[in-house]
């Protein structure tokens, strides 16, 4: 099959690898229709995520057709329509029994590596490196489920790829992102970064009773997006963000705040220096600019959420600030199995179309170029999706083909603002 | 060497489990009391006792080379030169006892006699008229106290002896270690599937199978070094249906080991702690070097992970892995890491 494969710092290769096989009782395989590129692939194509090896195949967004079952599975059949959650989970577990499904003991082969680097191991997640794993990615033709009894779910014909594929991670983590902010019907969200997670983030807080969510990137289409689904926007080029936030919320802060950039935030002035010359002589792993200026920005007692992936260490964190003004932090990898029926039940209902982030649509044999283009947000790019199964493009057409100005492919279905 | 130790360490350490932990109290958690009971004996007591055993050689050189001035600064008589040469005997001897055997409580008791024999010697020198009455009395204020610190090291370990630096279980180059898990199944499931000892090999990665030769009794097929492989019979030595098993080999052993597993309810009624604890001295003694840590390749690293086979065995039926999976090409490094297993990945 092919697959998408890590070989290191911004180098990604499509190419032949063998199909996946049934490994465990509890395995499928899928043929996977549609895969797309995280924010959070961004960190491994930077070479931020420790613990990967060349050869790995990444991504860890996908859906696609059931073609093989193992012995021990009783859901699933050959033929269904599944999307997969990006966590591992076994089902079983203490953690998974409280549907805490990315800290499931029972999935990370690797567990010892991850309890060097952080004390205890979370789930395994496909295709984000082997602290976690070490399991085959999902932008490939065809992948391997482990528990597919726990993960994959059903998904009805009626609904196109674009509409449901981002069950499968960025829809469950802005959603979850939102949700760990106990929002009381009219609070102020502000929500760093506006990109697929910060969307739903800002779109799952006002589904969730905030009164006003404010939005914080610097590019124009996606801030477009933000207002589009109602948010109120700041450029953080423009304006000094904590001062904006204080005045929009007569000095008190925000109630919640989310910061759905992760480490590789980017920052000018001094701080902006230092994180970088620190990050490149591996003093420091992460860049966290969002993050502080959230936990400064946040009303005294509210609660700062982190949906925003960081790995490893950070500096100059306002840790007095957590103390002194009762803030409550909430963080985590998506617990993606337990939102799956009720957000696609939402999506069904009309609540929502995720289909509006998707700005590009690939096939896979482009990854490469749309990693690039996704990491230097070129050509107003949002949310790219990777077609496994389509014709690589001919030498004439190797343009990425853009739908211009931000316009989701699978196009006619209303979007509810 | 080896084996008069752990044939003698090992019954001496099963004494223990029947003695005490194993017997029926079922209000308290059976580990629990194993746990104390096994509790390492303080480091300052240790180091107490390496010190008592230094003075012991000390004096007892003293006492046979200058039995004289030593007679002399103690306020004996000169003529108490073969007493005190005999008390030089005994000194060394308890000195050697305590600084060369594994256990050195015996040989602590046994200066606390010795003390007693002298502060009896001492006194003769109190008798009025003596010349070095003054020194007799200052060398029986200070034999009481060297008798006081005597007491106190050997009481200590001895309480202690039931940990395996101090019961003469383990040689400097053996294992001995506890590690745990927690899971959701009950202690009753737990128990009976590792009594099934057609489990081990599935969860134990060194056991290439084992046999049983009657209920009691094992034969263990066991991956060596180098691609060889090593057999011993072991024996159940405790069997406590839903709550605990300990084991241990028979004689002539290739690698005499002994281990004992505990399935303690958890308090709040979410399932099991099991606990293990092994002890063995491996084959080309002791690998826990810091890089065999790192690499999580130390015996105690591997034992952790035998453990959460078994509790994704019993939790999910089956052992989470990515082996036969598609990869990319894999650079030098990767396949290292491969070769020395630090990914289950190919
Ligand atoms: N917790 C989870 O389970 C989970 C799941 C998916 C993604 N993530 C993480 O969420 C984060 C965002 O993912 P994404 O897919 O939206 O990626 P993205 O790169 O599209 O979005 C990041 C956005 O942050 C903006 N940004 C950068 N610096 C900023 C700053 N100082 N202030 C405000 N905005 C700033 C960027 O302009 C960009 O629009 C990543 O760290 C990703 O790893 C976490
Ligand atoms: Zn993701
Ligand atoms: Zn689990």
């Known amino acids: 099959m092919k697959a998408n494969v890590w070989y290191g710092k911004e180098r990604l290769r499509v190419e032949e690898v063998p199909d996946p096989q049934i490994l465990n009782p509890r395995d499928a395989i899928i043929r996977i229709t549609?895969?797309?590129?995280?924010?959070?692939?961004?960190h491994i194509y930077g070479g931020y995520i420790p613990g990967m090896l060349a050869g790995d195949i990444i991504g860890h967004e996908f859906m696609g057709e059931v073609v093989e079952v193992g012995a021990e599975v009783r859901k699933l059949k050959v033929g269904d329509r599944v999307v997969n959650p990006f966590p591992i989970a076994c089902g079983a577990c203490f953690f998974c029994g409280q549907s805490q499904h990315s800290l499931c003991e029972n999935s990370n082969p690797n567990a010892w590596m991850a309890e060097k680097m952080w004390g205890h191991s979370p789930a395994g997640l496909f295709g984000y490196s082997h602290l976690l794993g070490g399991y085959a990615g999902g932008q490939a033709q065809y992948a391997r489920i482990p528990f597919a009894d726990v993960g994959p779910i059903k998904v009805p014909s009626g609904l196109t790829d674009e509409q449901v594929l981002f069950l499968s991670d960025v829809f469950p983590t802005g959603y979850m992102a939102a949700?760990?902010?106990?929002?009381?019907?009219?609070?102020?969200?502000?929500?760093?970064?506006?990109?697929?997670v910060g969307l739903f983030a800002v779109k799952s807080a006002q589904l969730l009773g905030a009164g006003r969510v404010i939005a914080i990137d610097r590019f124009p289409e996606r801030l477009r997006k933000a207002s589009d689904w109602g948010a109120e926007v700041l450029d953080y080029e423009q304006v000094d963000v904590p001062e904006a936030l204080e005045e929009m919320t007569g000095g008190r802060g925000p109630d919640a705040c989310i910061d759905a950039v992760g480490m590789e935030g980017h920052s000018h002035g001094a701080f902006g220096a230092y994180d970088r010359v620190k990050q490149s002589l591996m003093l420091e792993s992460d860049r966290p600019p969002a993050l502080r200026e959230a936990l400064r920005a946040c009303r005294n007692g509210g609660t700062v959420s982190i949906p925003g992936v960081y790995g490893g260490f950070i500096d100059k964190v306002p840790f007095g600030a957590i103390v002194n003004r009762a803030l409550t932090i909430k963080s985590g990898q998506t617990h993606v199995q337990r939102y799956l029926a009720p957000l696609l039940a939402l999506i069904e209902q009309g609540a929502i179309d995720p289909s509006f982030i998707v700005t590009h649509s690939l096939p896979l044999e482009q990854a490469p170029e749309g990693y690039r283009m996704f990491r230097d947000k070129q050509d107003s790019c949002i949310k790219v999706v990777l077609k496994p199964w389509a014709e690589p493009p001919t030498l004439k057409s190797r343009q990425p083909q853009s739908p211009g100005q931000g316009e989701p492919q699978s196009g006619g279905t209303p979007h509810l603002h | 060497m080896a084996t008069e130790f752990t044939q003698q360490g090992f019954d001496r350490s099963r004494q223990q489990r029947t003695g005490d932990s194993f017997e029926s109290r079922p209000h308290i958690p059976t580990a629990r009391r194993n746990r104390r009971n096994r509790q390492p004996p303080s480091l300052d007591a240790l180091a107490l006792a390496q010190g008592l055993g230094w003075f012991s050689i000390a004096l007892g050189t003293a006492a046979l080379i200058a039995p004289g001035s030593l007679s002399q600064l103690t306020g004996l008589d000169g003529g108490r030169r073969t007493v005190v040469?005999?008390?030089?005997?005994?000194?060394?001897?308890?000195?050697?006892?305590?600084?060369?055997?594994?256990?050195?409580?015996?040989?602590?008791?046994?200066r606390v006699i010795g003390d007693v024999m002298d502060l009896a010697l001492l006194a003769t020198g109190l008798r009025p008229g003596n010349s070095g009455r003054g020194r007799a009395a200052a060398s029986l204020v200070t034999v009481a106290g060297v008798l006081t610190l005597d007491a106190l090291a050997a009481a200590h370990l001895t309480r202690h002896a039931g940990h395996p630096l101090v019961s003469g279980v383990a040689a400097p180059t053996d294992l001995y270690f506890e590690t745990s898990i927690a899971t959701t199944r009950s202690p009753d499931e737990c128990y009976q599937f590792w009594r099934n000892i057609e489990n081990l090999p599935r969860f134990m990665d060194s056991v290439e199978s084992v046999q049983a030769r009657d209920e009691q009794h094992f034969h263990w097929i066991v991956k060596g070094p180098g691609g060889t492989t090593m057999e011993w019979d072991s024996e159940i030595t405790e069997d406590r249906p839903g709550a605990a098993l300990a084991w241990r080999t028979l004689e002539g052993a290739q690698v005499p080991n002994a281990g004992s597993v505990i399935f303690e309810a958890d308090p709040r009624g979410r399932g099991t702690i099991v606990r293990l604890s092994m002890h063995y001295s491996p084959v080309g003694g002791q690998l826990t070097t810091g890089l065999a840590k790192l690499?999580?390749?130390?015996?105690?690293?591997q034992v952790?992970?035998?453990?959460?086979?078994?509790?994704?065995?019993?939790?999910?039926?089956?052992?989470?892995t990515t082996r036969g999976q598609p990869t990319g090409r894999r650079s030098i490094m990767g396949r290292a890491a491969r070769r020395w297993r630090l990914t289950n990945s190919n």
């Open chain 2, 304 to 320: 952790r992970e035998d453990l959460r086979r078994f509790k994704q065995l019993l939790e999910t039926g089956e052992i989470a």
């Open chain 1, 179 to 196: 949700e760990q902010c106990q929002i009381q019907r009219g609070d102020t969200v502000a929500v760093w970064g506006c990109g697929p």
């Open chain 2, 85 to 110: 040469r005999g008390v030089g005997i005994r000194e060394i001897a308890a000195g050697a006892g305590i600084l060369t055997q594994r256990n050195p409580a015996p040989w602590l008791w046994s």
């Open chain 2, 295 to 301: 690499l999580h390749r130390d015996p105690q690293s």
């Open chain 1, 34 to 42: 549609s895969t797309a590129i995280c924010g959070s692939d961004l």
